[in-house]
């Protein structure tokens, strides 16, 4: 259970990872778009990320 835990933090960190790396620019100017937007839409965004994870974990 714990290597499970600790592959699926490691895929986390990676894939978080490969935007700021590949493209540093494209990713401040959207965390600049997102720090601006309202609750409602960041919460819906991150609703449909919550939906696309769980989605592909059933496959």
């Known amino acids: 259970m714990a290597e499970s835990l600790l592959t699926a933090l490691g895929l986390v960190l990676i894939i978080e990872g490969l935007l700021p790396f ?3 620019t494209l990713w401040r100017q959207t965390l600049a778009r997102l720090a601006q937007a309202p609750d409602a839409q960041v919460r819906l965004v ?9 989605a592909l974990l059933l496959l």
């Open 22 to 24: 590949a493209a540093p």
């Open 46 to 54: 991150a609703l449909g990320a919550l939906i696309a994870g769980m």
